[in-house]
C-alpha cells in the first residue's frame, strides 16, 4: 500500500511501508539524457534514508534499462509492456520475492444424468480431461471457471466449491503452477465448443465410465472422486473482509456456516 508522494528531481516518488520509493513508467522523462541525470541525483538524495528503489520502464523506453543496471539495479518482474527494475540502497534490505506462480483453474461439472462433462485438446495426446485453463491477471477464481469451462465447451456454469489444490514444478517459465481444482453446477447443457484453436472435442461422459476409462490419468479420476465424495471449501461472504479495500474471494469448509 503507498503511503506518501515526494518529488526528487523530476521524478514523482511513491514510499511505500518498506522504506522504498517506487517511479511509475508513465513519471519518467522523454530523454534517455535527462533520465540519466536526474537517477545519479535521485540515487545520491535517497541512499542514505532508503533502503530500495524501483522503477517501472515502459517498453518505448527500454534504452533507459541499461542506464540502470549500469547503476547497480536489477531485473525483479515484468509484462508484455514493462520490465521492473530494482536497486537496494542498503546491503541487507529485503527485495520481495517477484511472482513466483502461474495460476490455473480446473473444474468438475457432472449434470443430473451423473454425466461429466469433459474435453480433449489438440496438443494433448492423452484422453479426455476436465477442462480448464490458466486464470488471467486480476481474475477471480471463480469468474475463471466460469469463463474457461464457457470457452472450451460453450456450457455456462454457476462456482461452487475448491475441491483440490495441485502445486507442479517446474512449469512454464521456471516457475511453480498452482493448479485449482473446483467444483461447478451446469446451467446450460448444450456443447458448443469457443475455443476451437485449442479444443478438438467436448462430451458429457458417464462418470463411472469415465472412472472406468483406462484412457484417463489417475489425476483426474482422483479429482473427480473427491468432487463426488466431499463438498470442499466454498466461498465466504465478503463480510468476514469488509475492512479490505480490493477485490478478493475466501473459501472456508463448508462446515464453517457462520462465514458462507
Not at 219 to 241: D, M, R, T
Amino acid at each position: 500500500m503507498n503511503t506518501s508522494l515526494e518529488r526528487i528531481g523530476c521524478f514523482d516518488t511513491v514510499l511505500d511501508p518498506y522504506n522504498g520509493i517506487t517511479i511509475e513508467s508513465k513519471d519518467l522523462p522523454s530523454t534517455k539524457e535527462e533520465f540519466e541525470i536526474n537517477l545519479d541525483f535521485l540515487i545520491n538524495e535517497v541512499e542514505n534514508k532508503r533502503n530500495l528503489i524501483w522503477i517501472y520502464i515502459d517498453i518505448k523506453k527500454s534504452d533507459f534499462i541499461p542506464i540502470c543496471t549500469q547503476r547497480g539495479f536489477i531485473f525483479h518482474s515484468c509484462d508484455e509492456d514493462y520490465v521492473l527494475v530494482v536497486k537496494r540502497l542498503k546491503e541487507n534490505a529485503v527485495i520481495p520475492t517477484c511472482a513466483n506462480h502461474t495460476l490455473g483453474v480446473g473444474a468438475v461439472v457432472i449434470n443430473e444424468n451423473n454425466e461429466l462433462l469433459v474435453i480433449k485438446e489438440k496438443i494433448s495426446n492423452i484422453g479426455y480431461k476436465l477442462p480448464g485453463g490458466h486464470i488471467d491477471n486480476g481474475e477471480m477464481i471463480s469468474t475463471a471457471v466460469v469463463r474457461e469451462v464457457f470457452e472450451e465447451t460453450g456450457i455456462e456454469v454457476e462456482f461452487e466449491s475448491i475441491i483440490s489444490l495441485g502445486h507442479f514444478f517446474p512449469h512454464q517459465f521456471h516457475k511453480s503452477n498452482l493448479y485449482v481444482l473446483c467444483t461447478a453446477n451446469p446451467k446450460t447443457y448444450e456443447i458448443n465448443i469457443q475455443d476451437t484453436h485449442e479444443i478438438i472435442d467436448a462430451k458429457w461422459v458417464d462418470v463411472n465410465k469415465y472412472l472406468e476409462d483406462e484412457t484417463v490419468l489417475n489425476y483426474s479420476k482422483a479429482v473427480v472422486l473427491a468432487a463426488l465424495e466431499y463438498k470442499g471449501f466454498i466461498k465466504a461472504n465478503h463480510e468476514v473482509l469488509c475492512h479490505i479495500r480490493k477485490d478478493f474471494e475466501l473459501f472456508f469448509p463448508i462446515e464453517s456456516k457462520k462465514l458462507v
